[in-house]
C-alpha cells in the first residue's frame, strides 16, 4: 500500500505534453522532503529520471522535468516521443513510516 | 561505471528459502548504503528496507520484518536478500538499488532484477 497516489494512467500524441502527479501527504512531501522519479520501461529495472524535485541526472532529455508544492509534485513530459510508453514513479521519505515511499505509478501510452 | 549484478532467476516451492545476490563494482562498496525494493507480477515498486555496508546494520520495512533478511559479504562486494518460508505472495522482481551519495534518497544505480517464483 503507498501513501504516495499517481493516477494509473496517461496518454497522448507523440509531440504533446503530459503531466503525472503525485500526491502525497504532511508526513512525506508536505514535510518538506524531495520527490524523485523513476522511469521503468517494459522488461527493464527503474531508472531515475528526476532527482531533488527537478533535477536530471546526466543523460536525461530535457523533455523531462520535475515540480514540487505543499504535498504534491509533477512530472511532466514535453515533446512526447514512442520511447517515452513506460510506468512512472514518484518516490519521497515518509518520517511516520521512517523510510522511503513509492507512488502507485502511471503508465504513459504514446497514441 | 558503477554496477550493480543480481544473481539469476529461482524457482522455489513454498516453505523454502532463497538467497539473492548483488554484488556492486565501480565504486567503494562501503561508501553508500544498499537497498532492496520488491515488484509483484504487475504490480508497483515497494521499498523492502536497507543494509547499512559500513556497519551491517539492517533496517526493514514494516511489511518485510520476520523472514526477510539482509547481509553483506564486504569482501566480494555483495549484498544479500534471504526470504525464507516463501510463500506463493512473494513471488516477485527483487532489486538491489544505491545511492550515488551518502544520502538516502534518490537510487541512482539498480541491479538488473531476480525474479522468484513460488509455486508447488
Known amino acids: 500500500q503507498s501513501v504516495l497516489t499517481q493516477p494509473p494512467s496517461v496518454s497522448g500524441a507523440p509531440g504533446q505534453r503530459v503531466t503525472i502527479s503525485c500526491t502525497g501527504t504532511?508526513?512525506?512531501?508536505?514535510?518538506?522532503?524531495?520527490v524523485h522519479w523513476y522511469q521503468q520501461l517494459p522488461g527493464t529495472a527503474p531508472r531515475l529520471l528526476i532527482s531533488?524535485?527537478?533535477n536530471r541526472p546526466s543523460g536525461v532529455p530535457d523533455r523531462f522535468s520535475g515540480s514540487k508544492s505543499d504535498t504534491s509534485a509533477s512530472l511532466a513530459i514535453s515533446g512526447l516521443q514512442a520511447e517515452d510508453e513506460a510506468d512512472y514513479y514518484c518516490q519521497s521519505l515518509d518520517r511516520l513510516l521512517s523510510g522511503p515511499v513509492f507512488g502507485t505509478g502511471t503508465k504513459v501510452t504514446v497514441l | 561505471q558503477v554496477q550493480l549484478v543480481q544473481s539469476g532467476s529461482e524457482l522455489k516451492k513454498p516453505g523454502a528459502s532463497v538467497k539473492v545476490s548483488c554484488k556492486a563494482s565501480g565504486y567503494t562498496f562501503t561508501r553508500y548504503g544498499m537497498n532492496w525494493v520488491r515488484q509483484a507480477p504487475g504490480q508497483g515498486l515497494q521499498w523492502m528496507g536497507w543494509?547499512?555496508?559500513?556497519?551491517?546494520?539492517?533496517t526493514y520495512a514494516q511489511d518485510f520484518r520476520g523472514r526477510f533478511v539482509f547481509s553483506l559479504d564486504t569482501s566480494v562486494s555483495t549484498a544479500y536478500l534471504q526470504i525464507s518460508g516463501l510463500r506463493s505472495e512473494d513471488t516477485a522482481v527483487y532489486y538491489c538499488?544505491?545511492?550515488?551519495?551518502?544520502?538516502?534518497?534518490?537510487?541512482?544505480?539498480w541491479g538488473q532484477g531476480t525474479l522468484v517464483a513460488v509455486s508447488s
Open positions: 538499488a544505491t545511492p550515488a551519495r551518502e544520502v538516502i534518497l534518490p537510487f541512482h544505480y
Open positions: 504532511s508526513s512525506n512531501i508536505g514535510s518538506n522532503y524531495d
Open positions: 531533488g524535485n527537478n
Open positions: 543494509i547499512n555496508t559500513k556497519t551491517g546494520n539492517p
